[in-house]
């Protein structure tokens, strides 16, 4: 039996990415109606089936032009912002899309009469950072906050799932390389959260059950290093690649040239971020500013991993009826 609808109107900014189909079935689930905000809607079909009939819709939005952010939030009751890049790429530079962005949508979300809006940033977010892409996160916060001050910020580690883009990538690689990096021998902490998980603690914000002008600090149930997770994933993958460690001098040098090539493996500002662990501040964990704080229990990388790692096993999925 589906969810009845509750009449609010929520725009996801994103909405068609791995994080944001993922928050647009949560609020769907709650009976929310749902505006995909997105690029191009003719690429956003996939969103449709997350919900009732009509009750999810794109609508074209690009944050370069002002006039489409501010039609996209008319007549919206909420607004949430899951709009991110890993490295720019032409007019998609970090400050457009990072910094400027999110101020451009809180702007809009106050034009239309909102106090207050969820916004996706990042753990690591800090406006002295040497990355750019932490910089720019940082000042996206600042962005919102100063528009919309009872605002909720998000703050997530690396986000896992079906979708992904870390562990399916280095799965993907170890189907064919000998050898899989370790940058800067591979001891950067992260704390893996499941990408449901986040959806979640996004719905809940939406809902009005977390704290106004607050930063939410979103990791998973264990701190795992660069090199614990492609263990894990190779363990899950049933494969046997040795782990090759690349000194930070030489890794930021190869991502200078990988850089200049559409779809880069690494670039320099990526090298950069690995230089500084990616786990929950004991500041959010002592102020309950955490998914168990929400009273979410987070997933395991063990519980979810092999439900979509599977395919990159010798046999496929079909791996999973043979002896390890």
Not at 89 to 118: C, S, Y
Not at 126 to 133: Q, T
Not at 253 to 273: H, N, Y
């Amino acid at each position: 039996m589906s969810t009845p609808l509750n009449g609010k109107l929520v725009t996801v900014f994103g909405g068609s990415g791995f994080l944001g189909r993922h928050i647009v079935q949560a609020l769907a689930k709650r009976g929310y109606r749902v505006r995909a905000a997105v690029r191009r809607p003719d690429l956003a079909a996939h969103l449709q089936p997350l919900g009732a009939p009509g009750q999810i819709m794109p609508i074209q939005a690009n944050l370069r032009y002002r006039w489409s952010v501010e039609r996209a939030v008319d007549g919206a009751d909420a607004v949430v912002n899951a709009i991110g890049i890993l490295a720019p790429t032409g007019k998609q530079t970090f400050d457009a899309v990072q910094a400027f962005g999110p101020r451009a949508i809180a702007e809009a979300a106050r034009g239309a009469g909102l106090n207050a809006m969820t916004h996706i940033s990042a753990i690591g977010a800090d406006a002295e950072s040497r990355s750019a892409y932490a910089r720019t996160k940082a000042a996206g916060e600042a962005g919102v906050f100063e528009t919309l001050p009872d605002s909720v910020v998000l703050r997530p580690s690396i986000v896992f799932g079906p979708e992904d883009n870390f562990f399916n990538q280095f799965a993907d690689m170890a189907r064919f390389a000998p050898a899989l990096p370790l940058i800067g021998g591979g001891m950067t902490k992260f704390q893996p959260v499941y990408v449901c998980d986040v959806a979640e603690a996004v719905a809940r914000s939406v809902d009005g059950d977390l704290t106004p002008g607050a930063v939410y600090e979103l990791g998973g149930p264990e701190i795992k290093t660069f090199k614990d997770c492609m263990e894990d994933m190779l363990e899950v993958t049933r494969r046997k690649r040795a782990l090759l460690t690349i000194p930070f001098p030489i890794a930021s040098a190869m991502g200078k040239v990988f850089q200049l090539f559409p779809g880069a493996p690494l670039t320099a500002d990526q090298v950069e971020l690995l230089k500084t662990d990616n786990v929950v501040l004991q500041d959010a964990k002592a102020d309950n500013r955490t998914l168990e704080g929400m009273g979410i229990e987070p997933a395991t990388l063990a519980a979810i991993l092999p439900t979509y790692l599977d395919r990159f096993r010798e046999h496929g999925q079909y791996d999973a009826h043979r002896p390890a």
